[in-house]
RNA sequence: GUCGGCAUGGCGGAACUGGCAGACGCGCAGGACUUAGGAUCCUGUUCCGAAAGGAGUGUGGGUUCGACCCCCACUGCCGACACCA
């Protein structure tokens, strides 16, 4: 198995990428060709997601994403828009950090080198990109503005302090996400990853889900995207249900808690959250996370030891484990509630399959309509008793497992019969109606800790001061500049590295003058990737983070085209940001991005690229192989965009051909004596007609991202160019150059040169098409006897179903599937007859 | 487990609202030009069949004059989330 390599031998007039490609790059940057007009009319603000600059530099599935932005947003500049396509650098973080720590080479040193690299690579492939407005995320004049807008989000109140449990490596000495714990154990060392609780920075992105779920109806988005943050927020209709915790000691019974309280949960009410109020008669015992804090109120003196055991055995316990772990572990606290349906005390127990996070950190549980509840009785030999029947079941019939389905009420005094939807609602209101019940909505998106207590992002803005308590940096004192520091590996304290750094640490307080403290956990990456759109048309501004009148012309962005591993989170804290800043005032729209597309996975020969695999295809290579435009296109003419695709080394041979093919062509028309080759000195009217297809056909398909079509429809035109070694027009390939530019940018510039075009071809507009030469006289229209295809009848164009049917039917190779007069016809006009005998 | 996507020739993939399945490309076969070709050009290429014809879009059913496309049930692969009450 070889590689194709490609045609050689560039005697005479080939095809030579390497040249053509160095010459316009050349060009492009004298002549500013990539330059926007940032007050250009009719603006369009194509955006593509700014990446990550590894060492390792572009992989292909940044030039994939990047291609398809590229092509769809030189479309639009030959459409007629101003566009605007920048590009920058999200090079903050812990991946950056940890890769500096192992070379051995400061992050600061590193970075600036990394983006060189990959600058250099984007230019070799022809983006074009206006490089005056790039942005760096790790650079001062960049993060200062970060940091101005986590002030706006503190001023709002939507940034607050509060504990919350990390994981950490003992080995690493350092704090891990979650997607670097591998089975409870550090991805880099393996060591068992425990639990840490510090004081983080949140955001109140929870408080706005209602708005960004209600907004995506409007959005003109991907709809897999969309869906994906339908269900990241997770909005959930149920009830908070409140149970009475009862004193054993002093309530022999349930009698004396019967009357129900005030209903405000107080000490010793438990208010759980449930989706299913209706199986309330069902619940038998409760269950609290063990973090939890009415449990400390609880816990019988007997229990106390077990609950604490096994409270601190949960704490130890890594995140990602806790919540892998199916089986069902707790300890009873020795406390019982009532069930306000039933009015018996019910055991409350701790267990760690019930998340502090998520509604109000209790349940109650109705072990025999939920499957968790169901194992957790099983394991401690809790009751379990059915109070949904499905068809043919009825109060008695067992439950082998927890019934899920649709069904009538059992065991329910009053509300036996009633179908569960029904039930829910009743059941609601008349626990409501005796104070024990609250109809809610819950949402599953919990709000944003931005706190990394590591060096390599930008410091969050705060001071604490002993007088003054929690103080921001005024906005006049911003950048608080990232230190550079030898010393930058984080260690045992949990304590990011900035504070070993005095004379950074220590500062006055600005309120008093007196020594205060820093705060030195840095921020997340997805903060400075939340508001980075907005500062592109602004980059050049170090007055503001953003212009107003550049942002009211440019903004919201008109394209975004992405990958969906960000469906939720960067897409989401993008829109929160947005809509926070637009509370403030501070920009005139709420929602950042108009449209935006996810475009699919690139894959090797069918399997995913990985280093592990060693499938990685490397961009430099096959660009030195086989020039840019070719592998452009190629990548583009793999599937459909939207989709992914699969990359074979095979094919790309085809594409390269084509290329030849078409600078072949430009080639033979401007050729001295051949100019107008055409017998009479004419365009062919068939492949005029061809020609006026495939220019509507590359204008209709680039827009929906169908680029693989798009290829093929150009690459069959120029089969009918050159059909039978005919020698094209100059006003048959003139047209083909500015379609193919969005494509193959190199090349059209040449052949847009070469036919005698001035300036750039991006400035030479998208040829129009003529509907009037697409519609042909004659109409064949395929013959159906009883569905199937039997043959095909040429008729004029506006034949009717009589017409054609005589046609038909005069076709003896047809008419022999016909015995008698037909039952029936159906007739699509100007596309098939189907005769039903 | 839940949510989403996908399944079409030897291969990557087309087929827009239910109307000629297999566009385009790779590969393969034959031919032309050549001292030569792994360059270029031309022709052919879903399968079975000499042909007439038949079969065919993961599997099983359904709706329809007509289904890759719609509906029901299932299988497999890919991705995201994952004890969310």
């Known amino acids: 198995m070889s590689a194709p390599t490609p045609p050689s031998a560039p005697d005479r007039d080939t095809y030579d990428p390497a040249a053509v490609e160095a010459i316009w790059h050349a060009r492009w940057q004298e002549r500013g060709t990539h330059r926007t007009d940032l007050s250009g009319a009719n603006p369009f603000f194509q955006l593509m997601?700014?990446?990550?600059p590894s060492a390792e530099g572009l992989h292909v599935g940044n030039l994939y994403a990047f291609t398809g932005n590229d092509i769809h947003g030189r479309f639009?500049?030959?459409?007629?828009?101003?566009?605007?396509?920048?590009?920058g650098f999200d090079a903050f973080g812990i991946h950056s950090e940890n890769y500096a720590l192992k070379v051995g080479v400061h992050p600061m040193e590193l970075i600036p080198r990394n983006v060189a690299n990959f600058r250099r690579q984007l230019d070799r492939a022809g983006l074009m990109v206006d490089w005056r407005y790039a942005v760096d995320t790790t650079r001062p004049d960049y993060y200062k503005w970060t940091q101005w807008v986590f002030l706006q989000l503190y001023k709002q109140g939507?940034?607050?302090?509060?504990?919350?449990?990390?994981n950490w490596c003992p080995s690493c000495k350092t704090v891990l996400a979650n997607e670097q714990v591998e089975s409870g154990n550090c991805e880099r060392c393996g060591t068992e990853v425990t639990q840490r609780v510090l004081e983080q920075w949140f955001c109140r992105i929870s408080e706005?889900?209602?708005?960004?779920?209600?907004?995506?109806?409007?959005?003109?988005?991907?709809?897999t995207t969309k869906q994906a943050q339908r269900n990241w927020i997770g909005r959930s209709e149920g009830a908070h249900l409140l149970f009475p915790v009862t004193d054993p000691?002093?309530?022999?019974?349930?009698?004396?808690?019967?009357?129900?309280?005030?209903?405000?949960?107080?000490?010793?009410?438990?208010?759980?959250?449930?989706t299913r109020p209706d199986t309330v008669f069902g619940a038998t015992y409760l269950v609290l996370a063990p973090e939890h804090p009415l449990v400390d109120v609880i816990t019988t003196p007997e229990r106390r030891a077990a609950v604490e055991a096994y409270r601190v055995r949960t704490a130890q316990q890594d995140l990602v484990s806790r919540k892998v772990t199916k089986e069902k572990t707790g300890a009873f606290t020795g406390a019982y509630a009532i069930n306000p349906a039933t009015q018996r005390p019910i055991p409350v127990w701790i267990a760690d399959y019930v998340l502090m996070e998520y509604g109000t950190g209790a349940i109650m549980a109705v072990p025999g309509h939920d499957e968790r509840d169901f194992a957790f009785a099983q394991v401690f030999g809790l009751p379990i008793v059915r109070v949904v029947a499905g068809d043919g079941e009825d109060a008695r019939t067992p439950l082998a497992e927890a019934f899920h389905g649709e069904g009538r009420l059992v065991n329910s005094a009053r509300f036996d019969g009633l179908r569960v939807d029904e039930a829910k609602g009743r059941i609601v209101e008349w626990l409501a109606s005796r104070k024990a019940a609250r109809a809610v909505t819950n949402y599953r998106l919990h709000d944003w800790c931005i706190s990394r207590q590591r060096y390599w992002g930008p410091p969050i803005p705060i001071l604490y001061c002993d007088a003054c308590g929690v103080v921001p940096v005024p906005e006049a004192q911003l950048p608080v500049v990232l230190p550079n520091i030898p010393d930058y590996r984080p260690d045992d304290s949990g304590v990011s590295p900035l504070a070993r750094h005095e004379e950074w640490y220590h500062v006055p307080c600005p309120r008093c003058g007196a020594v205060a403290r820093r705060e030195t956990d840095v921020s997340d990456t997805f903060l400075d990737s939340a508001w980075y759109f907005l500062r592109y048309p602004s980059a050049d501004r170090d007055d503001v983070p953003f212009d107003a009148a550049r942002t009211r012309h440019w903004l919201p962005v008109t394209s975004y085209i992405g990958g969906n591993e960000h469906a939720v989170l960067h897409l989401l804290y993008a829109r929160f940001v947005t809509m926070v800043l637009h509370d403030a005032g501070l920009v005139p729209f709420e929602e950042p991005f108009a449209t935006f597309r996810a475009h699919g996975l690139i894959i090797r020969e069918g399997a995913k690229m990985s280093k592990s695999k060693g499938n990685v295809i490397t961009p430099d290579a096959l660009i030195e192989q086989w020039g840019a435009d070719t592998f452009r296109t190629y990548l583009m003419f793999l599937g459909a965009f939207e989709e992914g695709g699969d990359y074979r080394d095979s094919g790309i041979v085809g594409v390269r051909r084509f290329l030849d093919r078409v600078w072949a062509s430009a080639a033979a028309c401007t050729r001295d004596g051949a100019p107008d080759g055409a017998p009479d000195g004419a365009p062919d009217a068939g492949v005029l007609r061809k020609l006026h297809a495939t220019i509507k056909k590359v204008g209709e398909d680039i827009p929906r991202l169908s680029y693989n079509t798009a290829i093929a429809a150009m690459m069959e035109y120029v089969n009918a160019l050159r059909a039978g070694e005919r020698i094209p027009h100059h006003d048959e390939v003139r047209p083909l150059v500015s379609l193919l530019a969005p494509f193959a940018p190199h090349l059209a510039e040449a052949l847009h040169e070469r036919l005698g075009g001035t300036g750039s071809v991006m400035d030479a507009g998208w040829p129009a098409f003529d509907p009037a030469l697409l519609v042909e006289d004659e109409a064949e229209i395929v013959v159906q006897v009883a569905g199937k295809v039997r043959g095909k009848v040429r008729v004029p164009r506006h034949a009717g179903q009589d017409a054609v049917a005589a046609a038909a039917l005069a076709d003896p190779a047809i008419a022999k599937f016909v015995n008698g007069t037909p039952k029936k016809l159906v007739y699509v006009p100007g596309r098939l007859l189907n005769v039903v005998p």
């Open 208 to 223: 706005y889900a209602p708005r960004l779920l209600g907004n995506l109806d409007r959005l003109d988005w991907s709809e």
């Open 158 to 166: 939507l940034a607050y302090r509060k504990s919350a449990a990390v």
């Open 76 to 87: 639009q500049r030959l459409k007629g828009h101003t566009v605007f396509q920048p590009l």
């Open 249 to 274: 000691r002093t309530d022999a019974g349930a009698a004396t808690v019967a009357d129900v309280p005030d209903g405000e949960p107080d000490d010793d009410t438990i208010t759980v959250f449930t």
């Open 49 to 52: 997601m700014f990446p990550y």
